[in-house]
């Protein structure tokens, strides 16, 4: 049986792969609930709010690198400029081939994986386990 | 009171002439010495007492005896200040026969006792010797080296700036500097000269210009000039180094052409990534969408109707291939690394990699001999991949498959080759089959993109050798290429 989240963001511009990705995640029960957002913008404003009403964020969020006006690396910049409280675990998503970018994602401290769209029920299964499994037999 | 003021000229006159820091010999119109002043008698070694009542040939070199009397009257019949023997050397002779280079000053002097010549008199030793050091240096300066006078005419040139123009030294001297450079700048460089002269400091020339010298074979050569201005005895001067940048313009070029060439290499590069980038993604949709409706809709969907969503997905899936295939192609060799390596060994490790592979078939690989070498590591082992599983791919299904790897080294070159016991390529497919996405067999038949073989050309050519194939249909097929046999 799959551990569930709580909540899971997905911060991209494609409404197709945020569908396709919000129904492999509620379809395995991954996670309760999934906050599906088109743009950086929305998705600080989303957890700005959040916060503000002393509400708890997303576990886990899933971010695009490239998305017109503010790409995930600008994201990751506003995150850490407003120093909200960080989610546990964000995750790179992209299709680039870019080896720039993988370079780059392991330079940045806040990311802690960079993975290949598109989500899988396989991939989520392994990413779930791998970085919240400290509390797999406690939760 | 007249002859008590004359005494007082006189007398004032001597002190002067004692002063002065030249030597200073009146002359009267026989050619004797009237008087010699304290800087004759250290200059010629002579006494005054010596002098005095002397003809001044005295003080003149015994070769010049001879012609000295006519010029000593000529000056008295027409008499003038200016300076002596314009345009000839001058020597003067010592009491001990030793001679050495002057420079005479002559003015006409009346007095009551008829008129004398005052001739003052400078040992130019020094200014020679300078000279001749200055030449020196010229000369054995590592470029050309023109220095030209106020009216920009040449007045010495180096042996680097014969070799420059091609020139003699007496085809350049007394000409105008603008013979050594190309008409259509001539008019304009007169106005150029002009002004460095009116400001003479040292600077390069033409700032921001190309500049062109113009050689005795009417050759045209890029030139980059330095421009000194240099004080000399016959006024300012101006030196010109020259220096020939044709072989630094051809290297500039090359260079330019070399960034231009990365510049679009990596154009290209960004290109593909961003079109696999823009590519994927729809292809991502089709194939998510097509696997969504199959699992979503499984219970009302038709066998028709799923064989349709599995085409859609599947064509999806193969393109995605397709585009990665042509980013690998298109990157490959991008982190190249040349290392020395045993090609041996690392054939070897290829075929332990592809055990799986090599095994199922039931393939055969012999290594004959394979040397060490410089080589992109990485990039050949791709390349003995994809040739062995070529090998294996088009293996004749009733014959064991058989595959021997060897190579022949030369000292400039290691020619290796592949050779296998398969279905063979016919001649008249030995292009296409090194061109990417062309493939000779039906994907039913042989799996596969149609990049295997253009990729190993392109490992062969980042090493800088060549790529074919010896084949007939049904007869095995024999890859070879050559790497070049590098020593580092």
């Avoid at chain 1, 309760?32 to 998705?43: C, E, H, R």
Wanted: aromatic content about 8%; overall charge negative; hydrophobic content about 40%.
């Amino acid at each position: 049986m799959n551990r569930r989240l709580n909540c899971i963001m997905l911060v991209d511009d494609n409404p197709d792969d945020n569908f396709f990705h919000e129904r492999v995640i509620l379809k395995n029960q991954f996670a309760g609930k999934v906050i599906a957002l088109t743009s950086g913008y929305q998705a600080l404003e989303y957890l700005k709010t959040q916060y503000a009403g002393g509400m708890t964020g997303p576990e886990l969020i899933f971010l695009d690198i490239n998305m017109p006006g503010m790409n995930g690396w600008e994201f990751l910049n506003e995150l850490r400029n407003l120093q909200l409280p960080r989610p546990a675990v964000i995750i790179m998503l992209t299709t680039s081939e870019n080896p720039l970018d993988k370079e780059r994602a392991a330079g940045e401290n806040i990311i802690t994986d960079f993975r290949t769209k598109p989500l899988s029920e396989a991939m989520l299964a392994e990413i779930i386990e791998t970085h919240f499994d400290n509390d797999r037999h406690t939760g | 009171m007249s002859n008590r003021s004359g005494i007082h000229s006189e007398l004032t006159f001597q002190m002067i002439v004692e002063s002065a820091p030249n030597a200073i010999v009146l002359v009267n119109n026989d050619g004797k010495i009237a008087y010699a002043n304290n800087q004759t008698e250290k200059l010629f070694g002579y006494g005054r007492s010596e002098l005095i009542g002397q003809t001044v040939e005295v003080l003149i070199p015994p070769r010049y005896h001879e012609r000295h009397p006519g010029f000593r009257q000529m000056f008295f019949h027409a008499p003038s200040v200016r300076a002596m023997g314009a345009g000839r050397e001058l020597f003067a002779l010592r009491k001990d026969r030793t001679e050495f280079p002057i420079e005479i000053g002559l003015n006409p002097l009346v007095t009551t006792g008829g008129t004398l010549i005052l001739a003052s008199i400078i040992d130019i030793t020094e200014r020679k010797k300078a000279d001749e050091r200055f030449r020196l240096v010229v000369n054995s300066a590592p470029n050309a080296m023109v220095l030209v006078n106020q009216i920009g005419k040449i007045s010495l040139v180096n042996n680097e700036a014969k070799k420059l123009f091609g020139y003699e030294e007496n085809e350049m001297i007394g000409n105008t500097l603008e013979m050594l450079i190309p008409a259509r700048y001539r008019t304009a460089h007169v106005d150029f000269r002009n002004s460095f002269l009116s400001r003479p400091q040292t600077r390069p020339m033409g700032i921001g210009r190309e500049l062109f010298a113009l050689r005795k074979d009417q050759k045209e050569i890029p030139v980059e000039i330095g421009l000194n201005p240099i004080e000399t005895a016959d006024g300012i001067m101006v030196l010109a180094s020259v220096i020939d940048i044709t072989e630094r313009k051809k290297q500039e070029e090359a260079i330019k052409r070399q960034v231009e060439l990365e510049i679009k290499n990596r154009e290209l590069e960004d290109f593909v990534y961003i079109a696999s980038h823009d590519l994927q993604e729809p292809l991502r949709t089709m194939s998510n969408f097509a696997q969504a409706l199959e699992e979503d809709y499984a219970a009302t969907l038709d066998d028709n109707a799923r064989k349709y969503v599995d085409a859609i997905g599947k064509a999806a899936t193969r393109m995605h291939s397709l585009v990665r295939a042509l980013l690998d192609f298109s990157l490959l060799g991008r982190n190249k690394k040349l290392v020395h390596t045993d090609c041996r060994k690392l054939v070897e490790e290829t075929i332990a990699d592809m055990a799986d592979t090599v095994n199922s078939a039931g393939a055969v690989i012999t290594v004959v001999d394979l040397p060490s070498l410089y080589v992109y590591e990485t990039e050949l082992r791709r390349l003995f991949q994809n040739l062995i599983s070529n090998a294996i791919k088009f293996r004749k299904k009733e014959v064991p498959c058989h595959i021997v790897i060897d190579s022949q080294t030369t000292d400039d070159k290691c020619r290796m080759s592949v050779s296998d016991n398969g279905i063979g390529i016919d001649p008249k497919h030995f292009d296409r089959i090194f061109q990417i996405f062309q493939r000779l067999h039906s994907r039913d038949l042989y799996e596969g993109y149609g990049i295997g073989l253009p990729n190993c050309k392109k490992i062969v050519g980042l090493h800088g050798g060549e790529m074919w194939v010896e084949s007939a249909a049904g007869a095995g097929s024999t890859f070879y290429f050559t790497i070049p046999n590098l020593q580092q």
